[in-house]
Every structure is written in structure tokens, then in C-alpha cells.
Nanobody, 125 residues
Framework: VQLQASGGGVVQPGGSLRLACIAS????????VAWARQASDKSRGWIAG???????RYADSVKGRFTISRDDAENTVYLQMDSLKPDDTAAYYC????????????????????WGQGTLVTVSS
């Protein structure tokens, strides 16, 4: 089962965008599905994750602005992004793992799979 991110685009500061992570099969196969992003001059970092049971975790950088959710019937995990800032400009990726850990405002994942293609989000006026 593969995951594919989509939904990126160009949005003005303060605007909203919803990304989708679509599984090619049963998304409940995965313990955790999470979103990561990578700006052109930074390393890739996890920003939000959701477990098979619906528990969510967020990095401090997006907490209160982004919401992760899942629709198992559609085999999709969504990332609703509100109050977007220019600093949110990045390529966004989704991936799966065994577990997600929150520590001092950052997230990490264990046993992740190989990365697929990301979707580009540009926040600019």
C-alpha cells in the first residue's frame, strides 16, 4: 500500500489549504500516518501525525493552526492548514510508521517507509 500526498498550491498569508494523503489500499494497515515538510533551506521535519485509533500529535510550529484527520472509508488522511504564514512554504510529504513520539515540541517517527513525492505549498502575497 502506497501513500500519495496532494492538494498543494499557492495561498496568501492568513489563508487556508487542505492536503490529502491518499492510500492505494486500506489505510488502516498503518499504525501511524503523518505529515512532514521540507523548506528549500531546511531539513525535513514531522509536523502532524494520527494513529490508527485517531490520536493526534502536532509539532509546536503548527499546533493550533493545522488539523490532521482521517477518513478510513476514503483511505485518506487530511491536513487542514489554517492561518498560513510565509514560513509554512515547503514541500509537504506524508508517510507511515510504527509510532510517533512528541518531545519538547518536536515529533519523531519510528520505522517509516520510503518517501513518496511531496506536494508544494507556497504562502505568498
Amino acid at each position: 500500500v502506497q501513500l500519495q500526498a496532494s492538494g498543494g498550491g499557492v495561498v496568501q498569508p492568513g489563508g487556508s489549504l487542505r492536503l490529502a494523503c491518499i492510500a492505494s489500499g486500506n489505510i488502516t494497515t498503518f499504525y501511524v500516518v503523518a505529515w512532514a515538510r521540507q523548506a528549500s533551506d531546511k531539513s525535513r521535519g514531522w509536523i502532524a501525525g494520527i494513529t490508527r485509533g485517531g490520536l493526534t500529535r502536532y509539532a509546536d510550529s503548527v499546533k493550533g493552526r493545522f488539523t490532521i484527520s482521517r477518513d478510513d472509508a476514503e483511505n485518506t488522511v487530511y491536513l487542514q492548514m489554517d492561518s498560513l504564514k510565509p514560513d509554512d512554504t515547503a514541500a509537504y510529504y506524508c508517510n507511515s510508521g510504527r509510532s510517533i513520539i512528541s518531545f519538547e515540541g518536536s515529533l519523531s517517527m519510528t520505522d517509516i517507509r520510503s518517501w513518496g513525492q511531496g506536494t508544494l505549498v507556497t504562502v505568498s502575497s
